[in-house]
Structures are given as structure tokens and as C-alpha cells.
């Protein structure tokens, strides 16, 4: 096992911002790749790794971290060596654990790699499926490199692939940015060549002076709905963003610094596109003249980071809340309940007949018997409330602010009855039914692994006392 297979999803999580924040802030494309790696060798429990810009056909190399530090490396592979022939003809990931494949890092130009016996190499692919850069990790420090490994590293090259797209978007923006103080001409000029909206404004934003024609092919307005509609860039701000982002403004204007932020604009389409607006004071001696300023597309950054939460916090296969997350949530359910002197209801759920399915359709149907069941269990309860799925065949549900055992009894009921009801993808010869089992705060605990235990005990007194049916632990009273 790796170090990253036995982290947990939150652990992951917190590595994987951190890299993600690290290659982001990053002031140039070296930075970049000394954070990714860094990232893949703790990631993966490697004794060394390296990163490679593709420059003219070759893999460029100039360092290498040896677990210690970072050692000079100046060397260039091509299509001649094997395993950079292959990986750059196939642009996939692969394992090399073969010493004599691994050709290329002799004794002079990287002594700590002279003696390897296996490495990963992971293509960092572009947004154009061109290839940007190589990943590369030697010699795990315990056993060797498996599928999981390279999974995790995968994962870690799509982030380096957005990092390094926008440092090179960055690195063209302050070039451009130069060049707009020489002349007004030299600045359309340049700023129409790059894949970004450069725009020039008054010092307080209230009218825009120039926005270059990159404006339609990102939000769809052309450069006359903007120069005509000066109120066009602020109504077009995410409502949820708005205020920060006209706040932010006035800050820079009051402080006399440069103005950043990310936040989301709406295109004409009517899609929300993710933006980094930068903006610095454009001046004559100590006269401030103008605002100079770019605006560049992190969507596909900002859909990582919310992949990366999706899969610390749900289960991916219904979508529901995973046993962190529901954990989480009770606790709060909890700490409110105790607050507000109000009762909550822990459902501990139980499909009966699902091993049958799997054994006898095949776990594709069961996959999808377990995604229908969750949209059911989701349609019977209210939005307040909390569905998760703990694993397998096995659902949680908060019930909060619960006023009598009817109330709860109404809602068991309608699952029983919303799970129990024929699927189309087993078909009426199989049947699903659901075994409930309910615990209540503070009656059955007044703690999450309390009433968890206890919710969990009264659903295996409903599996054996003929399923199908719904068990309050033994301590809840009709005095709720």
C-alpha cells in the first residue's frame, strides 16, 4: 500500500488542494512542476521524481528531487530512447520495472537515479490532447508501483495540466501587459492574439474604455454590448458573487492596489463561466491614468477542485452523502437538536433480496437497483432531511426536528412502500424490499455512534423478525 491508498478521502483531499494551490499560485512553470513533484512523490511513497517539459519533440529535464533536495539535471530524451519513444508516441501512462529499459539517466547527469529499478511515466495531457509535460516517480520506497498508484497520479496530472495551461496563460498575460505601456496601438494589437479578455477602464470601473474581441468567444457579447452597456459587466455577476466582487473593487480603488479575483460571470448562453480578473493602475509618473486588466477562463480548474470535493464527500454511485459526510451532518443534527431542546431520527436501512440480484443479474443491475433505490429513498423524505449510503446495500437517513412517532412512522412507512414497489431493471420475479430500523436523540443516545449503534440494532430486530418492516430501538417511548 502507498502512502495515498491509505489515506483517507479527507486526508487525499487535503493533499490534493494543497498541490493544487501550490502549482496555482506558483510564480512561474518551474514552480509548477517543483510542486507536482513534490505532490507525486509523497503521494505514492516514491524515492525520487522528476518533471519534463515537452520543448521541440524532446522531454526537457533540468532537476530532480531525491527525496532531500533538488539536483541539477540538464538533459533532453527522444523518440531514440524506448520508454520516451513509446510514451510520447502513446501519450499513455505506464510502469517501467525492467532496470535495463530504463535508459537515459547516466551516472553523470543524475547519480541518484543511475541504479533505478522501476519508474512511472504519466503524461501531462493539454486541453488540445496535445502533451505538455512528463511526470516521472523512481523506486518506491516499499514494494512496487501498482494500477493504484497510477490512478492517484492521474488524478494528480489532470490538475498539473490545468496549472500549467494557465501559467503559460499567465506568463502570455504579463508579456502582453508589457508591451500595452509602450503604445495603445502595440496594445490591441497584441491582446487580440491571446486567448484572453484584456480591457482597459476607468479607475473606479464605472465605464469600460476597451474590451478586446476575446469577450464573444468567452462570454458570448461583443465588444460593442459592452462598450454600449456600461452597467453590462456588473449585472452579468453571479448573484452569490456580486457583492464581494464590487467590494473587492472599491478595496483595490481605496488602497491603491492591484485589483484580483475569481468569480463567476454569466455568458450569453446563459452558462456561468468561472473567471480570474486582474487588474493593475496604469500610470504617468505619479498620475493614475487608467485600469489595464485581463480576464482569463478557470472553469475547468474550478470543475477539478469541485470533482475533488464530490468524491471526499458523496458516493459516487448515487450521488448521496458517503459515511463522512453523513457523520458530519449528524453530529450538527445533534449539536442543534440539544440547542433547540428539539428530537431527531436516525433511519438505518437495509435492502432485502439485493445479494440475490447481484448473484443472479449480475452487478451492473445491482448498481442500478442501488441508484434507483436512492432516488426513492431521496422522493420520501424532505429536502431538509439527510440521505447517505454507508456501502453496499446499507442507507442512512436524518429525520430532523421530529415531533411524534407517527410522523416517523409516515415517513417509514412510504420508504417501505416507495422501496418495495417493482424495479424495472430486475424485473416483478425479484424482490427489494427494505428493513428499517430507527433510533431517537436523545431517547436511544445522546451521541452520533450511539444512536448509529442503535438505529443499526433495531434494523437487524426488523431483518429477523420477517423484513420488510420498520423497528424502533427498545428505549423509544410514544412520548416523543
Request: charged share 25%.
Given at each position: 500500500?502507498?502512502?495515498?491508498?491509505?489515506?483517507?478521502?479527507?486526508?487525499?483531499?487535503a493533499?490534493?488542494?494543497?498541490?493544487?494551490?501550490?502549482?496555482?499560485?506558483s510564480?512561474?512553470?518551474?514552480?509548477?512542476?517543483?510542486?507536482?513533484?513534490?505532490?507525486?512523490?509523497?503521494?505514492?511513497?516514491?524515492?525520487?521524481?522528476?518533471?519534463?517539459?515537452?520543448?521541440?519533440?524532446k522531454?526537457?529535464?533540468?532537476?530532480?528531487?531525491?527525496?532531500?533536495?533538488?539536483?541539477?539535471?540538464?538533459?533532453?530524451?527522444?523518440?531514440?530512447?524506448?520508454?520516451?519513444?513509446?510514451?510520447?508516441?502513446?501519450?499513455?501512462?505506464?510502469?517501467?520495472?525492467?532496470?535495463?529499459?530504463?535508459?537515459?539517466?547516466?551516472?553523470?547527469?543524475?547519480?541518484?537515479?543511475?541504479?533505478?529499478?522501476?519508474?512511472?511515466?504519466?503524461?501531462?495531457?493539454?486541453?488540445?490532447?496535445?502533451?505538455?509535460?512528463?511526470?516521472?516517480?523512481?523506486?518506491?520506497?516499499e514494494?512496487?508501483?501498482?494500477?493504484?498508484?497510477?490512478?492517484l497520479?492521474?488524478?494528480?496530472?489532470?490538475?498539473?495540466?490545468?496549472?500549467?495551461?494557465?501559467?503559460?496563460?499567465?506568463q502570455?498575460?504579463?508579456?502582453?501587459?508589457?508591451?500595452l505601456?509602450?503604445?495603445?496601438?502595440?496594445?490591441?494589437t497584441?491582446?487580440?492574439?491571446?486567448?484572453?479578455?484584456?480591457?482597459?477602464?476607468?479607475?473606479?470601473?464605472?465605464?469600460?474604455?476597451?474590451?478586446?474581441?476575446?469577450?464573444?468567444?468567452?462570454?458570448?457579447?461583443?465588444?460593442?454590448?459592452?462598450?454600449?452597456?456600461?452597467?453590462?459587466?456588473s449585472?452579468?455577476?453571479?448573484?452569490?458573487?456580486?457583492?464581494?466582487?464590487?467590494a473587492?473593487?472599491?478595496?483595490?480603488?481605496?488602497?491603491?492596489?492591484?485589483?484580483?479575483?475569481?468569480?463567476?460571470?454569466?455568458?450569453?448562453?446563459?452558462?456561468?463561466?468561472?473567471?480570474?480578473?486582474?487588474?493593475?493602475?496604469?500610470?504617468?509618473?505619479?498620475?493614475?491614468?487608467?485600469?489595464?486588466?485581463?480576464?482569463?477562463?478557470?472553469?475547468?480548474?474550478?470543475?477539478?477542485?469541485?470533482?475533488?470535493?464530490?468524491?471526499?464527500?458523496?458516493?459516487?454511485?448515487?450521488?448521496?452523502?458517503?459515511?463522512?459526510?453523513?457523520?458530519?451532518?449528524?453530529?450538527?443534527a445533534?449539536?442543534?437538536?440539544?440547542?433547540h431542546?428539539?428530537?431527531?431520527?436516525?433511519?438505518?436501512?437495509?435492502?432485502?433480496g439485493?445479494?440475490?440480484?447481484?448473484?443472479?443479474?449480475?452487478?451492473?443491475?445491482?448498481?442500478?437497483?442501488?441508484a434507483?433505490?436512492?432516488?426513492?429513498?431521496?422522493?420520501?423524505?424532505?429536502?431538509?432531511?439527510?440521505?447517505?449510503?454507508?456501502?453496499?446495500?446499507?442507507?442512512?437517513?436524518?429525520?430532523?426536528?421530529v415531533?411524534?412517532?407517527?410522523?416517523?412512522?409516515?415517513?417509514?412507512?412510504?420508504?417501505?412502500?416507495?422501496?418495495?414497489?417493482?424495479?424495472?431493471?430486475?424485473?416483478?420475479?425479484?424482490?427489494v424490499?427494505a428493513?428499517?430500523?430507527?433510533?431517537?436523540?436523545?431517547?436511544?443516545?445522546?451521541?452520533?455512534d450511539?444512536?448509529?449503534?442503535?438505529?443499526?440494532?433495531?434494523m437487524?430486530?426488523?431483518?429477523?423478525?420477517?423484513?420488510?418492516?420498520?423497528?424502533?430501538?427498545?428505549?423509544?417511548?410514544?412520548?416523543?
Amino acid at each position: 500500500m502507498t502512502v495515498g491508498q491509505n489515506m483517507s478521502k479527507a486526508e487525499l483531499l487535503a493533499l490534493f488542494t494543497h498541490a493544487s494551490n501550490g502549482m496555482h499560485v506558483s510564480p512561474d512553470i518551474p514552480a509548477i512542476l517543483r510542486v507536482a513533484v513534490s505532490s507525486a512523490v509523497r503521494l505514492v511513497g516514491a524515492r525520487a521524481g522528476s518533471a519534463g517539459l515537452v520543448v521541440d519533440g524532446k522531454l526537457a529535464f533540468s532537476e530532480y528531487a531525491d527525496g532531500q533536495s533538488w539536483v541539477p539535471m540538464s538533459c533532453r530524451f527522444g523518440a531514440e530512447d524506448g520508454w520516451v519513444g513509446d510514451l510520447i508516441k502513446y501519450r499513455k501512462p505506464f510502469i517501467v520495472t525492467d532496470a535495463d529499459a530504463i535508459t537515459g539517466f547516466a551516472p553523470q547527469v543524475a547519480p541518484a537515479l543511475a541504479e533505478i529499478n522501476q519508474l512511472i511515466a504519466m503524461p501531462v495531457i493539454g486541453k488540445q490532447n496535445e502533451m505538455l509535460a512528463c511526470l516521472l516517480v523512481f523506486d518506491k520506497n516499499e514494494g512496487l508501483f501498482d494500477a493504484q498508484d497510477g490512478m492517484l497520479l492521474e488524478l494528480l496530472a489532470s490538475m498539473i495540466s490545468v496549472a500549467l495551461e494557465n501559467g503559460i496563460q499567465q506568463q502570455e498575460n504579463r508579456r502582453v501587459e508589457a508591451d500595452l505601456e509602450k503604445s495603445v496601438a502595440t496594445y490591441r494589437t497584441l491582446v487580440e492574439q491571446i486567448p484572453a479578455i484584456t480591457y482597459i477602464a476607468t479607475l473606479d470601473r464605472s465605464r469600460i474604455l476597451f474590451v478586446s474581441p476575446q469577450v464573444e468567444e468567452i462570454l458570448g457579447y461583443s465588444q460593442d454590448d459592452f462598450l454600449a452597456n456600461q452597467q453590462m459587466w456588473s449585472e452579468q455577476i453571479h448573484p452569490d458573487d456580486h457583492d464581494r466582487v464590487i467590494a473587492e473593487v472599491k478595496q483595490s480603488l481605496q488602497e491603491d492596489i492591484p485589483f484580483h479575483s475569481e468569480y463567476r460571470i454569466c455568458a450569453k448562453d446563459g452558462r456561468d463561466i468561472w473567471v480570474k480578473d486582474a487588474a493593475a493602475t496604469v500610470r504617468d509618473h505619479d498620475q493614475a491614468l487608467y485600469l489595464q486588466g485581463v480576464v482569463y477562463d478557470i472553469t475547468e480548474r474550478k470543475l477539478s477542485e469541485e470533482k475533488l470535493v464530490q468524491m471526499a464527500h458523496f458516493d459516487l454511485l448515487t450521488g448521496l452523502a458517503n459515511r463522512a459526510l453523513f457523520q458530519d451532518r449528524l453530529d450538527q443534527a445533534v449539536a442543534q437538536a440539544k440547542r433547540h431542546q428539539q428530537k431527531l431520527a436516525v433511519l438505518y436501512l437495509d435492502l432485502d433480496g439485493f445479494k440475490a440480484v447481484n448473484d443472479t443479474l449480475g452487478h451492473k443491475a445491482g448498481d442500478t437497483l442501488l441508484a434507483e433505490t436512492a432516488k426513492r429513498l431521496r422522493d420520501s423524505v424532505r429536502e431538509i432531511d439527510t440521505v447517505a449510503r454507508m456501502g453496499g446495500d446499507e442507507f442512512t437517513i436524518i429525520l430532523t426536528d421530529v415531533t411524534s412517532l407517527d410522523n416517523i412512522r409516515l415517513v417509514t412507512d412510504k420508504i417501505i412502500h416507495a422501496v418495495g414497489a417493482p424495479y424495472a431493471c430486475v424485473g416483478e420475479k425479484q424482490a427489494v424490499t427494505a428493513s428499517i430500523g430507527v433510533a431517537i436523540y436523545p431517547d436511544d443516545g445522546k451521541h452520533r455512534d450511539t444512536l448509529m449503534t442503535a438505529a443499526d440494532n433495531a434494523m437487524y430486530v426488523a431483518k429477523n423478525s420477517g423484513k420488510n418492516r420498520c423497528c424502533f430501538h427498545q428505549s423509544a417511548t410514544e412520548n416523543v
